[in-house]
């Protein structure tokens, strides 16, 4: 029977341990695998993640660490970690990952467009590539460095992920249009940015001085961040488009301990409008409500680590355990459901396709 992983939101900054017991968590993951909770047949590309580490050389962040999906659990406190607080309509009143959301006035207007665009809105059809540009920060000695080829690799899992293809033999995944494509990548050493990225001020000075593009580009920053990462939503910044970024761990780039690249693919769902499957805290119950505006994906409570079978709202029907938008660890996750593509291409239409 697989173990129940709660750890809420994905966390990374949950527990200080030491370089050993991390070496036991990594161990006892592998056992869990070989017991079965792994079985979903999520593809590997040959990636040789066993020989790898978080960062180049095997070092481990000196800091409190790590493996929130494995299991590892502390207090959190107020960390404000991917959490999105909810109207009693299910509307989000903070819908992006770790950051302040607009008022429930505004974030309403906003889905009354979305819906719209949906129902009577152009349905492309063609593939739309989205440029990348890539902003690694480091701390002193190059801490939190990541090497282009993990950067590379992260970029395959988006492509494969966003067209339907880690999904094992006996399931599927909805296809959408967008793919990925590598612009630039920077690299910058300031060790304020790269501890304190969580801090507002921090990371809108940061942003201010890297990011590039229109609405249209994706800037994704690795940092040493509280939770595995953050994504903000296109109609949640159009006043303020320094604020548009994707905040990610660098352990959470495929070859990191326990790690696939799927949060990044989740980071992104926001990015392109989507919600977390599951009914956010703050709200008024759980069941019955669709508090991702998607009909296609159950009510929900969140699910960790990788059950078998789940089932919190049984009128519901069973929870979207291997959604990229649910809370589950990399192994567990591999499916986007139509309506979510069927979302996702009516935001870009609205909010970030260029002019």
Same mark, same amino acid.
């Given at each position: 029977?697989?173990?129940?992983?709660?750890?809420?939101?994905? $966390?990374?900054?949950?527990?200080?341990?030491?370089?050993?017991?991390?070496?036991?968590?990594?161990?006892?993951?592998?056992?869990?695998?070989?017991?079965?909770?792994?079985?979903?047949?999520?593809?590997?590309?040959?990636?040789?993640?066993?020989?790898?580490?978080?960062?180049?050389?095997?070092?481990?962040? =000196?800091?409190?660490?790590?493996?929130?999906?494995?299991?590892?659990?502390?207090?959190?406190?107020?960390?404000?970690?991917?959490?999105?607080?909810?109207?009693?309509?299910?509307?989000?009143?903070?819908?992006?990952?770790?950051?302040?959301? =607009? @008022?429930?006035?505004?974030?309403?207007?906003?889905?009354?467009?979305?819906?719209?665009?949906?129902? +009577?809105?152009?349905?492309?059809?063609?593939?739309?590539?989205?440029?990348?540009?890539?902003?690694?920060?480091?701390?002193? @000695?190059?801490?939190?460095? #990541?090497?282009?080829?993990?950067?590379?690799?992260?970029?395959? #899992?988006?492509?494969?992920? !966003?067209?339907?293809?880690?999904?094992?033999?006996?399931?599927?995944?909805?296809?959408? %249009?967008?793919?990925?494509?590598?612009? &630039? #990548?920077?690299?910058?050493? @300031?060790?304020?940015?790269?501890?304190?990225?969580?801090?507002?001020?921090?990371?809108?000075?940061?942003?201010?001085?890297?990011?590039?593009?229109?609405?249209?580009?994706?800037?994704?920053?690795?940092?040493?961040?509280?939770? +595995?990462?953050?994504?903000?939503?296109? +109609?949640?910044?159009?006043?303020?488009?320094?604020?548009?970024?994707?905040?990610?761990?660098?352990?959470?780039?495929?070859?990191?301990?326990?790690?696939?690249?799927?949060?990044?693919? =989740?980071?992104?769902?926001?990015?392109?409008?989507?919600? =977390?499957?599951?009914?956010?805290?703050?709200?008024?119950?759980?069941?019955? #409500?669709?508090?991702?505006?998607?009909?296609?994906? %159950? &009510?929900?409570?969140?699910?960790?680590?990788?059950?078998?079978?789940?089932?919190?709202?049984?009128?519901?029907?069973?929870?979207?355990?291997?959604? +990229?938008?649910?809370?589950? $660890?990399?192994?567990?996750?591999?499916? !986007?459901?139509?309506?979510?593509?069927?979302?996702?291409?009516?935001?870009?239409?609205?909010?970030?396709?260029?002019?």
């Amino acid at each position: 029977m697989c173990p129940q992983l709660d750890t809420p939101c994905r $966390s990374i900054r949950t527990l200080e341990l030491p370089h050993r017991r991390l070496l036991f968590i990594h161990a006892l993951a592998i056992v869990v695998s070989l017991l079965g909770c792994n079985d979903v047949g999520v593809l590997d590309d040959g990636w040789n993640r066993g020989r790898d580490t978080l960062f180049d050389g095997g070092q481990l962040p =000196h800091r409190p660490g790590a493996l929130g999906d494995l299991g590892v659990q502390g207090d959190l406190g107020d960390h404000p970690h991917d959490s999105q607080g909810s109207d009693d309509d299910g509307t989000p009143t903070n819908p992006s990952c770790g950051r302040p959301g =607009h @008022n429930r006035d505004y974030l309403k207007r906003a889905e009354r467009d979305i819906q719209h665009e949906r129902q +009577f809105g152009r349905q492309f059809t063609e593939e739309v590539t989205i440029p990348v540009l890539f902003h690694v920060i480091q701390g002193h @000695n190059r801490e939190g460095d #990541v090497p282009l080829s993990r950067i590379q690799k992260q970029l395959r #899992v988006l492509n494969r992920s !966003f067209a339907g293809r880690t999904a094992p033999p006996n399931a599927q995944s909805a296809t959408t %249009p967008f793919r990925f494509r590598l612009k &630039s #990548v920077t690299r910058t050493e @300031n060790q304020d940015w790269y501890r304190y990225c969580d801090e507002p001020d921090v990371v809108d000075e940061m942003t201010k001085a890297l990011r590039r593009g229109g609405m249209d580009v994706l800037n994704i920053y690795t940092c040493d961040t509280v939770t +595995f990462g953050r994504g903000t939503l296109a +109609f949640n910044h159009l006043e303020a488009p320094h604020h548009d970024r994707v905040v990610i761990h660098p352990s959470t780039l495929p070859r990191g301990v326990g790690f696939e690249g799927d949060t990044a693919v =989740h980071e992104i769902g926001h990015w392109l409008g989507l919600y =977390h499957t599951f009914r956010e805290p703050g709200g008024a119950g759980v069941c019955g #409500v669709d508090g991702d505006h998607v009909s296609d994906t %159950p &009510s929900h409570e969140a699910n960790y680590g990788c059950p078998r079978q789940a089932d919190s709202c049984p009128e519901d029907g069973r929870d979207p355990v291997h959604n +990229f938008m649910n809370y589950t $660890s990399d192994e567990c996750m591999f499916r !986007f459901t139509p309506l979510q593509v069927d979302r996702m291409k009516a935001v870009w239409s609205l909010y970030r396709a260029p002019e």
